[in-house]
């Protein structure tokens, strides 16, 4: 199945997990950059409220794809503002799968929501994946929040 990892990472964290999946998957992966890069006070309050940011094109072919992989690190228990605005450029019969990537707690909260927004693209949720993110001599590890 031709996969596409797309992944906002602000820290550094969720662009090295999504690096590990596009090798161990094969997959094709590119990173969400915004226009403007907003305050992170304000990019928190924003992505509570599911507000969408202006990012730069995306340069995969979305077509081309029948899989694509979300990730996004969580700010306030939601996926970051650009998560919104990359599912609203979802094309239609896609398979999604999301995966939120914390060093504190999940996404319980706001995982229904992510999923209504990417099923209203057309598109089918085929995982949905909380991850909680850790250094470990440098490198980031992850294990499952249940």
Request: proline letters at 3%; charged letters at 30%; hydrophobic letters at 40%.
């Given at each position: ?62 077509d081309d794809y029948e899989k694509i992989i979300i ?76």
């Open positions: 199945m031709k996969t596409a990892i797309l992944y906002y990472s602000r820290s550094g964290n969720t662009k090295a997990l999504a690096a590990k999946k596009a090798e161990e998957l094969g997959a094709d992966i590119e990173e969400l950059i915004e226009i403007k890069k907003t305050l992170m006070l304000v990019g928190l309050f924003r992505s509570m409220r599911r507000k969408k940011t202006e990012i730069q094109p995306i340069k995969l072919e979305l990730m996004s690190p969580v700010w306030a228990g939601h996926p970051v503002s650009a998560i919104n605005s990359v599912i609203e450029r979802l094309p239609a019969g896609k398979k999604v799968e999301l995966i939120m990537v914390s060093t504190g707690g999940g996404t319980n909260e706001s995982a229904e929501g992510t999923k209504a927004l990417v099923a209203k693209q057309g598109c089918e949720v085929v995982g949905y994946t909380d991850l909680k993110a850790k250094r470990n001599n440098g490198d980031v590890i992850a294990e499952v929040i249940e």
